[in-house]
């Protein structure tokens, strides 16, 4: 059995740019040939889960179905003018969609087998299915048609990890043709995209993580005694994995946006030079982009609101910080049920926390700081060195270094 | 328009006070997103405040930020929530 893996050497891309010619020259003459990119995305979907991940492909047919049928009842009851909007009722809409998940990730806690449910990409699905729960609730999603439900669910080129788009953005292009010149200027952004991928994937992120991490974790494990461990090998290390992560996940967005523009889709971009942001929360707005504003509009901003309305808690500082730590806590939960994880989690809402606090003190003192060129460039690297040390407790090389 | 004159002078008040400064009034075709003048708290501040003073039911789905990101065009989406 073939089983190809999502953008896992050129040769997929050859592959994959044979299939689509059809597609493309199809959308070069105005017309999306539907039929033909529902078969692609479905001979690309069995040549991921087939041979010896068929017990993937089966959990990933079980899931979908599961839901489907979920997200269908909970918008035929909202959409049943008798109904009123109940609460509890989306409460457990939600509770639903992601138990499958919340199975999946607290199975390494009891058993060393992964579990039977799991399948590659189950987390970003659930993110879909999540945010078109929420948004059926809203009233903004009226109407079910489970062919673009299921395309938007199961689009292969992002399947995996993201970028995660939203099903009312994905419709509004899967329904329409882009003009000739949109779309020229879409093949050529998508392939100026693929090109950069391999650059940042299969250059940079293999000369950072396979050829140069394990030389630092091996210097920081020989170096181990001193206070906590620390030593010069534990500070490549933390600069080394951080640019690894960036150029490995980075890359991999790239293709997976790439090979949307070819098939006339604008998935939306996930990275943003998120290396010059100058402070915590210009970071979440360049890094992951497509995974923090989903945390942003689906958890954050509908607690605030929610706090808010209903008068939760005194100030509304108090009401972001607790927004904070709620939301990074799910965030790092959802990485994994390790204690690092859910420590970069906790890290990162205390240093939200910590930013508006800075930026309130700034406003309230207004004239006591200078602010020019120079401040600016201090605070992209500071910036730049608390990210780096957030990914140096997600990466659980200090998990291997203190406890193995 | 009467009712217009008030959307625009009650969004605008609204903003000021978000983003404790003139400068909504000054440029209102300034960013308020990229410039960090607003973020998701003061956002969720704006909603509230359109529903309790004029009555307008903006759901967080709706709030596209490319769609609400200056004075002007928060002016315009509320007129035309307004009906």
Known sequence: MINLQPYANPMYFAILGVALLPLIIGLLNGKRLYWYGTLVSFIFLVLIFDGNKIHQGIALIGYGIYEVLLSWLYLRYRTNSKNKNSTP???LAVVLAIAPLVVVKMTPLFSPNPSLLGFLGISYLTFKVVGYIMETRDGVIKTFDAVKYIQFLFFFPTISSGPIDRYRRFVKDYDSVPSRE???ELMGKGFHNIMLGFFYKFLLGYLFG?????QVAHLAMISRGGFLDISWGLVGYMYVYSCY?????AGYSLFAIGVSYFMGIET???FNKPAIAHNVKDFWNRWHMTLSFWFRDYIYMRFVFFAMKHKLFKSRITTANVGYILLFLIMGFWHGETWYYIAYGIFHACAMILTDAWIRFK???KGMFPSNKFTYAMAVFFTFNTVCFSFLIFSGFLDTLWFH | MADNDNVQSTVMSILTDLTGSDEVTKNPDIDLFTTGMLDSMATVQLLLELQSQ?????PV???DRTQWNTPNKIIAKVESMQG
Request: charged content about 15%; glycine content about 4%.
């Open chain 1, 363 to 365: 406003k309230r003192h």
């Open chain 2, 61 to 63: 789905s709706e709030f």
């Open chain 1, 245 to 249: 992560l960036f150029f490995d996940f």
């Open chain 1, 210 to 214: 396979t050829l140069l991490l394990p």
């Open chain 2, 54 to 58: 004029l009555g307008i039911n903006v």
């Open chain 1, 182 to 184: 949109k779309y020229l």
């Open chain 1, 268 to 270: 939306p971009i996930n």
């Open chain 1, 89 to 91: 009722l989306f409460v």
